[in-house]
């Protein structure tokens, strides 16, 4: 079983972003897939989660209305589509298998199966 996040970067307040979670050893389309993030001195938190049979989504309030999760399970990938970036973004993003969006809802503290993830840095 294999996650790896790409696709961050450097980026100015108000600009873009696409997030990959490339997969690999399991049937993605059995499994529901979050996206967290922990910025510098502060607690790992859920930023968005997809359902896998009905792709139904959920967002961290302070991204609602800017980010999107999507998934390909033809490609094995997940995505996380994030417009008007704002500086409180910055953070360190992962991808993670999350069974029924469980730690989406609860937090992710209990989680230790992290990757490497994938730098997001939001300069005014």
């Known amino acids: 079983v294999r996650l790896v996040e790409s696709g961050g970067g450097s980026v100015q307040a108000g600009e873009s972003l696409r997030l990959t979670c490339a997969t690999s050893g399991f049937s993605l389309d059995e499994y529901s897939i979050g996206w967290f993030r922990q910025a510098p001195g502060k607690a790992r938190e859920a930023v968005s989660c997809i359902s896998a049979v009905e792709n139904f989504t959920y967002y961290l309030e302070a991204v609602k209305g800017r980010f999107t999760i999507s998934r390909d399970n033809a490609e094995n990938t997940v995505y996380l589509q994030m417009n008007s970036l704002k500086v409180e973004d910055t953070a360190v993003y992962y991808c993670?298998?999350?069974?029924?969006?469980?730690?989406?809802?609860?937090?992710?503290?209990?989680?230790?199966?992290w990757g490497q993830g994938t730098q997001v840095t939001v300069s005014a």
């Open positions: 993670a298998i999350d069974p029924g969006c469980f730690f989406f809802r609860i937090g992710p503290a209990q989680y230790t199966n």
